[in-house]
């Protein structure tokens, strides 16, 4: 299994793998089987705030005029739209306090799915987004990515409510979980 993986499907196969020494020693010390509950939900939150970082890194910045103390100076505001983190109910919870204390301006939303065990097939039981969805970025939040059904199905929720651009960020990614979001987006 890749390590870590931020992904943005809108961007077609735009995979980046997150290969920091210090996201994979944390991950190593997550995966520990002696690792308690709280060392496991403190380093899940440390690890998410380190992926935080990756997908803001090409957020679009604007000049914006301060005053310091001691003068105007030139500084710089991200630009552009306002930043949604969306859990997949309820693993997704687990990252989201890590990427709030980065981005603790960003607004949050929810997404619960399950599968019928007859059909195999999603049924949304939970969706709860901010307004106007088409004027924001959206981060879907999903720890492990499996077999990649639970992602798709929520990246095709939020588009079809709206959203114009998503970003999913998964901490553990299976190959034939890459293969069908890649191959579905």
């Given at each position: 299994?890749?390590?870590?993986?931020?992904m943005?499907?809108?961007?077609?196969?735009?995979?980046?793998?997150?290969?920091?020494?210090?996201?994979?020693?944390?991950?190593?010390?997550?995966?520990?089987?002696?690792?308690?509950?709280?060392?496991?939900?403190?380093?899940?939150?440390?690890?998410s705030?380190?992926?935080?970082?990756?997908?803001?890194?090409?957020?679009?910045?604007?000049?914006?005029?301060?005053?310091?103390?001691?003068?105007?100076?030139?500084?710089?505001?991200?630009?552009?739209?306002?930043?949604?983190?969306?859990?997949?109910?309820r693993?997704?919870?687990?990252?989201?306090?890590?990427?709030?204390?980065?981005?603790p301006?960003?607004?949050v939303?929810?997404?619960?799915?399950?599968?019928?065990?007859?059909?195999?097939?999603?049924?949304?039981?939970?969706?709860?987004?901010?307004?106007?969805?088409?004027?924001?970025?959206?981060?879907?939040?999903?720890?492990?990515?499996a077999?990649?059904?639970?992602?798709?199905?929520s990246?095709?929720?939020?588009?079809?409510?709206?959203?114009?651009?998503?970003?999913?960020?998964?901490?553990?990614?299976?190959?034939?979980g890459?293969?069908?979001?890649?191959a579905?987006?």
């Amino acid at each position: 299994m890749p390590p870590i993986i931020a992904m943005n499907p809108a961007a077609r196969a735009n995979l980046h793998l997150i290969d920091h020494p210090l996201v994979q020693h944390k991950l190593t010390l997550m995966r520990d089987r002696d690792a308690s509950t709280n060392s496991f939900r403190q380093l899940l939150n440390e690890i998410s705030s380190l992926m935080a970082y990756e997908v803001c890194r090409d957020m679009t910045l604007q000049d914006v005029q301060i005053q310091t103390p001691l003068e105007t100076m030139t500084g710089k505001h991200i630009d552009g739209k306002k930043l949604v983190f969306v859990s997949i109910l309820r693993a997704g919870n687990g990252i989201l306090d890590g990427v709030l204390s980065v981005v603790p301006s960003a607004r949050v939303g929810h997404i619960g799915l399950y599968r019928d065990p007859k059909t195999l097939q999603a049924v949304e039981y939970y969706f709860k987004m901010p307004k106007n969805m088409e004027e924001r970025d959206i981060v879907i939040v999903d720890p492990m990515l499996a077999t990649g059904g639970t992602l798709i199905d929520s990246i095709d929720y939020v588009f079809e409510r709206g959203a114009t651009e998503v970003t999913c960020v998964c901490l553990l990614g299976a190959p034939e979980g890459l293969a069908a979001v890649e191959a579905h987006v």
